[in-house]
């Protein structure tokens, strides 16, 4: 099992910056790509950004050219850098992580975990 540990989150005012970041650690894996959702209050979750273990990323629209999502394969991390952030990103944002892992002598599984979240505030 490989748990997902989330940190940055807090209240800043618009325009201001963040810098979330996860590590992946539990039993012996690998990372195929990592990623940031969110969720605000009676919305649905949304895509926000993620990352393949090779450096490939992909944005939502919402956010690209304000937030950049990178990683460090060697610790198994994600961070993602948000600035200049508006009111309309205040949500719980969580990281995933699609993972390889041992499961019995003869295989193995492709399997996905969810950090705890936490929570950004934007106030104007």
């Known amino acids: 099992q490989v748990q997902l540990v989330e940190s940055g989150g807090g209240l800043v005012q618009t325009g201001g910056s963040l810098r979330l970041s996860c590590a992946a650690s539990?039993?012996?894996?690998?990372?195929?790509?990592m990623g940031w959702y969110r969720q605000a209050p009676g919305k649905q979750r949304e895509l926000v950004a993620t990352?393949?273990?090779?450096?490939?990323?992909d944005y939502a629209a919402s956010v690209k050219g304000r937030f950049t999502i990178s990683r460090d394969n060697a610790k198994n991390t994600v961070h993602l850098q948000m600035n200049s952030l508006k009111p309309e990103d205040t949500a719980v944002y969580y990281c995933?992580?699609?993972?390889?892992?041992?499961?019995?002598?003869?295989?193995?599984?492709?399997?996905?975990?969810w950090g705890q979240g936490t929570q950004v505030t934007v106030s104007s």
């Open positions: 995933n992580a699609d993972y390889w892992t041992s499961v019995g002598p003869y295989g193995s599984r492709r399997l996905a975990s």
């Open positions: 539990g039993s012996p894996f690998s990372i195929n790509a």
């Open positions: 990352i393949t273990s090779g450096g490939s990323t």
